[in-house]
C-alpha cells in the first residue's frame, strides 16, 4: 500500500528520475516542496518550463544558450584564433570558471565510441572542421576527457588535424593539486611522468 497520497507520490517518483536522486532524497526534496510555499512550486515549475522552451544548442559552438549565437561566440574579445574543444557543456563550463582560458569553445556534444555505435557523424567533428576553414583558427587545444572514448576521439581529432596549419595542443593530465602519489592510479602516474616539465627556468 502507498503511504502518500498519490500526487505527493507522482512527485516523489518525478525527482527520483533524476540523476543521483534516490528515493529517500526524492521524499526530502518533494515534502520540501509541499511545506514550502505555492509560490517556490508556481516558480519552480515555471523554471523548467522556460528551461524547456528556451534553451537550445548555439549554432556555432554546440553549447547551451538561450541566444544564438551564444555570448561567448558572439564576443569579439574572444575571436583570437583559439578554439577549445571538450566534450559537453559541463566540461566548457568547468575551464569557464576557472578562468584559465579567453578564447572560444567548440562542444562535440559526445565522443566516439564504436562499441555503443557511436561514430563521427554522431558528434559535432565535421562542425568543428568547418569551423577551422572561417574561423582562421591557429590553436586547437583539445580538452577530452581521459576515459578509452576520450582517448579514441583525441587520437582521431589529432590525425584530422594533421597537416593543417594551425598548433593543436592537448590540456595537461597528470596528478591533481594536493594529490598523495600513494593513492594514485598507474595510469595517471604514468602520464605524468611522460609529461612532466621542468622546475628549474
Excluded: W
Excluded at 3 to 21: D, T
Excluded at 148 to 157: A, D, H
Aim: charged share 25%; glycine share 8%; aromatic share 4%.
Amino acid at each position: 500500500m502507498e503511504i502518500y497520497p498519490p500526487s505527493l507520490g507522482r512527485l516523489i517518483e518525478q525527482f527520483s528520475k533524476f540523476p543521483g536522486i534516490g528515493k529517500r532524497s526524492a521524499e526530502r526534496l518533494a515534502l520540501y516542496v509541499l511545506r514550502s510555499p505555492k509560490d517556490l512550486a508556481q516558480e519552480l515549475a515555471q523554471s523548467l518550463l522556460e528551461v524547456k522552451e528556451k534553451i537550445k544548442f548555439c549554432s556555432v559552438c554546440f553549447n547551451l544558450t538561450d541566444k544564438d549565437p551564444c555570448p561567448i561566440c558572439t564576443d569579439q574579445r574572444r575571436a583570437n584564433g583559439i578554439i577549445c574543444v571538450v566534450e559537453g557543456p559541463g566540461d566548457q563550463l568547468a575551464i569557464e570558471k576557472s578562468g584559465a582560458f579567453k578564447g572560444r569553445y567548440h562542444i562535440l556534444q559526445g565522443v566516439l565510441s564504436p562499441l555503443d555505435g557511436v561514430g563521427i557523424e554522431d558528434i559535432r567533428m565535421a562542425e568543428l572542421m568547418s569551423r577551422l576553414r572561417k574561423e582562421n583558427i591557429k590553436e586547437v587545444i583539445l580538452a577530452i576527457n581521459p576515459t578509452v572514448e576520450g582517448e579514441v576521439t583525441v587520437s582521431y581529432l589529432a590525425n584530422l588535424l594533421k597537416g593543417k596549419n594551425l598548433t593543436a595542443t592537448r590540456i595537461a593530465l597528470g596528478i591533481p593539486l594536493g594529490g598523495d602519489l600513494k593513492y594514485i592510479d598507474s595510469m595517471t602516474l604514468k602520464r605524468s611522468m611522460d609529461n612532466r616539465a621542468s622546475c628549474v627556468s
